[in-house]
């Protein structure tokens, strides 16, 4: 990244301003939403300076890096003061501080009247800021990008302009590179068909197929003709020769989703084909395939309770790439959700409702609040999550954004949760804290464990101790199975929809379904 260079000679290590941080990290403002929507993305450093003379944000400073060809560029919206917030250290806090009659500014849930103190771990997790009505801003301590954004030989179908997206692309790259098998693990939602998709297209196998293979769905007894197919008389009803799925992608790639959930029967004719390269079709001979296979789970592999093999494990991930949750780059959010909100409107043939250089000044503000709120959000439900969002906003939206009533329950339920701008709580009792407090606690963060004790400052051990002695809630595992399959079929699978309607940690619930071998997405 580009500085000024008279304050090149000036400008400390990120550790001196910081107190003790690792080396190799940046201070970085992400534009997440501007009226000139082509400079969603755009990045500028922090340079923290000593001396007397502070950093200063505003509308003509700083410069922020484009990409794609755009030329550096302060934020020039008119209605933001030309010295809107200063920027500097104290110890091991960041200071802001708002300049006298300067345009209005939110530091994330904080209106900001004169200064505030960020600590070290908060500007890691990002702090959204607002400047007047129509500038969003990400605050956030990140690592040092040390690779170059370049235009690949094929078409980029990766979203996202964070140091976490240009790693994912570098190892897309080298991986692409290999015709080794590859496992995508991540959260549900976080993109890896996506990701798989992306180092098919800029392989070798590029011009060949690329087949994709839910591997939840396919029922124990049928795998075998699934996966390799099957021949004319081999069973009865087979009235044909039928090619499997490893047939079907010959010369390409095999999308094998939901890896982590399958069938344990299932797993030894896997490995063998993995480590052969051979299959043999129900009542057929064997033969050789020429496929790549990638292979993408967000279930646990290895440890307690697992019954996944180990070597079927090692064999699939001979490259492996791990996505991180969405509100671990939250710099991303605003190029992400301008891209499926177009993408949406274009579908619904309602592009004139996306904000534009001639918008209203109401209208501009509208989308900003709109992308503050969502930039604020912590997507339990990660990059899919955000395009159902998305869709939802288009169908809702006339001539301005709307927000629907069941998008507007779930961000003020979550947006609570946030950061305290001034750090974590101080460490309380949980007998000291109220049930009012503590059902506030649980609800805004989907009753998440970790999440509340951080929210409210007690252990976790004492957040489940609350649990279990209150009348009103529950652990995933006390939940019966007769209840849990009436739930799932009525949510259709969606365990997010079930772990809300019961009142449950999401990821203990699918912890749980898995050990009890029920399929959700």
């Known amino acids: 990244m580009m500085r000024r260079a008279d304050t090149d000679l000036t400008l400390p290590s990120i550790i001196a301003v910081l107190g003790g941080a690792p080396a190799g990290l940046d201070l970085v403002l992400t534009i997440i ?64 501080r708002r300049f006298d009659s300067a345009s209005r500014c939110r530091v994330g ?36 990008s040390i ?60 011009g060949g197929p690329m087949v994709c293979v839910n591997m939840a769905a396919i029922p124990n007894e049928l795998a075998a003709s699934a996966l390799f197919g099957s021949t004319r008389g081999a069973f009865t009803g087979a009235d044909k020769a039928t090619p499997g799925y490893f047939e079907q992608a010959q010369g390409g790639s095999l999308f094998l989703d ?16 993995l480590e052969q390269r051979e299959i043999q079709a129900v009542g057929g001979p064997i033969r050789r395939v020429d496929v790549r296979v990638i292979s993408a789970t967000d279930a646990a592999l290895e440890g307690e309770g697992c019954h996944f093999k180990a070597a079927l494990r090692h064999r699939l991930g001979a490259c492996e ?82 927000l629907n009533e069941n998008l507007q329950s779930t961000l003020l339920k979550k947006n609570a949760k946030a950061y305290s701008v001034g750090g974590l709580p101080p460490r309380r009792k949980i007998q000291d804290i109220d049930d009012a407090t503590f059902d506030q606690a649980m609800v805004s963060n989907g009753s998440e464990a970790l999440r509340v004790a951080l929210q409210l400052g007690v252990s976790r051990g004492a957040v489940y101790r609350r649990i279990k002695m209150s009348p009103r809630y529950r652990l995933a595992t006390d939940i019966s199975l007769d209840e849990l399959q009436r739930v799932m079929t009525q949510r259709g699978g969606d365990s997010a929809a079930v772990a809300r309607q019961l009142q449950v940690s999401v990821n203990s619930l699918r912890c749980h379904l898995r050990n009890l071998r029920l399929v959700y997405h």
């Open 258 to 273: 939901e890896i982590g959930d399958v069938a344990l029967d299932v797993q030894p004719l896997l490995l063998r084909v």
């Open 109 to 144: 849930i904080t209106e900001l009247h004169s200064s505030v103190e960020l600590r070290r771990d908060t500007l890691l997790e990002g702090v959204p800021l607002m400047l007047g009505h129509s500038i969003v801003l990400m605050l956030r301590l990140t690592k040092r």
């Open 147 to 206: 690779t170059k954004n370049q235009t690949s030989h094929y078409s980029d179908p990766l979203r996202g302009n964070s140091v976490c997206m240009d790693d994912i692309r570098e190892q897309v790259a080298r991986t692409a590179k290999s015709d080794l098998d590859v496992l995508i693990r991540g959260e549900t939602g976080t993109g890896k068909e996506l990701v798989a998709t992306a180092i098919h297209q800029a392989s070798g196998r590029a």
């Open 321 to 402: 790439i791990v996505l991180p949750p969405l509100h671990e780059h939250p710099e991303d959010i605003g190029e992400l959700l301008l891209h499926f909100l177009q993408r949406s409107a274009a579908e619904a043939e309602r592009t004139e409702l996306l904000p534009h250089a001639q918008s209203l000044a109401r209208d501009i503000a509208a989308w900003a609040i709109l992308f503050f709120r969502f930039v604020s959000y912590r997507w339990p439900g990660n990059v899919r999550e955000l395009v159902n969002f998305a869709q939802q906003i288009v169908v809702a939206s006339e001539t301005t954004p709307i």
């Open 33 to 96: 939403f501007h009226a000139d929507i082509d400079r969603i993305g755009h990045k500028a450093v922090v340079p923290l300076q000593t001396g007397d003379v502070p950093w200063v944000l505003g509308r003509r400073s700083p410069e922020f890096m484009g990409t794609r060809g755009h030329a550096p560029a302060a934020l020039d919206d008119a209605h933001i003061s030309r010295r809107a917030l200063q920027f500097s250290y104290q110890g091991k806090r960041l200071t802001i």
